[in-house]
Structures are given as C-alpha cells and as structure tokens.
C-alpha cells in the first residue's frame, strides 16, 4: 500500500496550517489536523455547478462566479454544462490553494483553471462581489464549511445579511444563487427569505454511493419559477396581522 504524503503546507489568514496531502491518486486538505476536503468525497461539489447552472442551459454567453475553487469539482462542472462564449470567475481567498491546483490537483478535472473562459480572482470573496453590480447569471459558493465558517472568521460576513445583500445585487435578473453546506441551517434559509429572496434546499449524498454522509446545497433567487425541482419544500414570508404592522415576520411552508 502507497503511503499518505504531505506534498505541501501554507498558512491561513487566521494563522492557522493548511497541509496537501496526497494517497497514490488521491488529495486532501487538512486545516489545523482536521480534513477540510478529500478528492474522493466530490459528489456534492458536482451538485452545486449543476444546480447552480440549471437554468442557464441554452444561454449564449453567461456569466457565473464561484466563491471557493476548492479541488476544481465544481469549476469543471461548470465549464462542462456552459457554452463556449461563457465567462467564469473564481474567487480564491487563499492563494496557496490556487497554486497547488494549477501544480498537484489540476489532473483531477483536466487542468480547469487552463482553460480560456476561467478568470481567477484571489483574495476577500465578498469585496470581489460587492464590486460587480448586476454582472452575474448565477453565484457559486463554497466557502469553508458553508455558513459556519471553518478556515477564515472573516467569512462569516458572506453568510449574514451584508454578504447576502451583496450577492442580490451582483446577480442579473433572473440570477440564483446557489451555496454548499456541510450541514442544514435553517436560520441562513430564512436569512435568504428575509433579503427578498425564494429558496430550496437539496440534501445530496457528500460521494456516490453514500447512504449516511449528506451534504446541503440552497438554492435562492428573486423567480421562484426558475428554481430546480426535486428539492425541499419551497417556503415563501408571509406577515401576521402584527407583523404587517411593523411586528415580527413568521415564516411558513408553502403547501
């Protein structure tokens, strides 16, 4: 049996280690001794670009952007469902991880970042989206661990309101917004909701075959129309009587 190597190390912005690891054909990264992400375990990396892209099937020249490139599942993804005349930007906090796909992983997804549709932008993923108004038909993200940030603290400013609202305004009409999770998290679903937006949420296995580890895509926009099926139950804001009247907004399923 091949022996696991550590091929590379860096250091994240909050001071910790990030470490490449690699096990005859497979990567992982470890941040502080815990795995962040195994090349075997993609599936759901998969099912944010397929989700995410669902309605740009047939649209000449979209433009998406992906916050997090992570092991480039997502990004190859992507470019496989999209057209030629599409443009792909990737935002990549850390730069390290930038370099060790274009070095080690880029054979996993046959070199994405090489090809010519793919811009890649490093440093903070929410000031990178709060600079591009109404640019984007769809906003990939994949940051840490989803809303519970893992790597950077800074991150969590991408999951609250600023971030959210940030994201609204970057997407063109009809836009959506799709975000990976390691776990539910009903109160950014409802955060989505209260920035004006309609969501679904997909609970989708973390690699093929999986019958017990899940992971979670939300998928958001202003259309409700436009949003995937086969995913939970669609939930819409209504107001009570009080809440109309400036009280508390209730949250209900759409039955």
Known sequence: MKP?????????????????FQHDRNFSININGQELMNSLHH???LELARLGCAHLAGCKSPGILIG??????TLRQALDMLSPQAQVMVGELLEPVVEWNREFLGQLNDQPLADDRVDVQAGD???????????????LLDIDNGPAAMTDSGNRRLYGQEGIEACKQALRKQGVLAVWSAEPNKKFEKRLMTCGFYVTRFRVPAYLGSKTQSRFIFVASEDKKILPKGGGELRVQSRSKKGAKGGRTKFRKRR
């Open 4 to 20: 696991r190597l550590r091929i590379a190390t860096a250091q994240t912005p909050d001071g910790g280690e990030m470490e490449l």
């Open 43 to 45: 599936e759901s990396e």
């Open 68 to 73: 997090g490139l992570g092991m480039g599942f």
């Open 125 to 139: 993923i929410v000031g990178l989206i709060s600079r591009s108004k109404n640019k984007f038909d769809a906003i």
